[in-house]
């Protein structure tokens, strides 16, 4: 079983920066696809963006490209997410999620951190 732990959300002011980790343990080996997903107060959750867990081949919303870089470590182990010229509607809890190989969808989630931009 994949366990995904996520850190490094706060309270950061508009255009300010965060970033997020997520650390990944057990069959890691198993993983296809990992990704960023974020849900606000009375909204569905949405993806943020996507990481081929082989190739670092990557996809983001158009929400925010150009402002996030979601990336990981060398090992495999660690997923990060930084978010630069944040906005207030960037506010949400922001999980971390992986696919297995063989999955239909993402199968394994995190806990989830809160982001929170003030204007």
């Known amino acids: 079983q994949v366990q995904l732990v996520e850190s490094g959300g706060g309270l950061v002011q508009a255009g300010g920066s965060l970033r997020l980790s997520c650390a990944a343990s057990?069959?890691?080996?198993?993983?296809?696809?990992m990704g960023w997903f974020r849900q606000a107060p009375g909204e569905e959750r949405e993806m943020v963006a996507t990481?081929?867990?082989?190739?670092?081949?990557?996809r983001y919303a158009d929400s925010v490209k150009g402002r996030f870089t979601i990336s990981r470590n060398n090992g495999k182990t660690t997923m990060y997410l930084q978010m630069n010229s944040l906005k207030p509607e960037d506010t949400a809890v922001y999980y971390c999620?992986?696919?297995?190989?063989?999955?239909?969808?993402?199968?394994?989630w995190g806990q989830g951190t809160q982001v929170t931009v003030s204007s």
């Open positions: 057990g069959p890691t080996f198993s993983m296809y696809l």
């Open positions: 999620a992986a696919k297995g190989t063989y999955a239909a969808s993402y199968n394994y």
């Open positions: 990481i081929n867990w082989g190739d670092s081949i990557t």
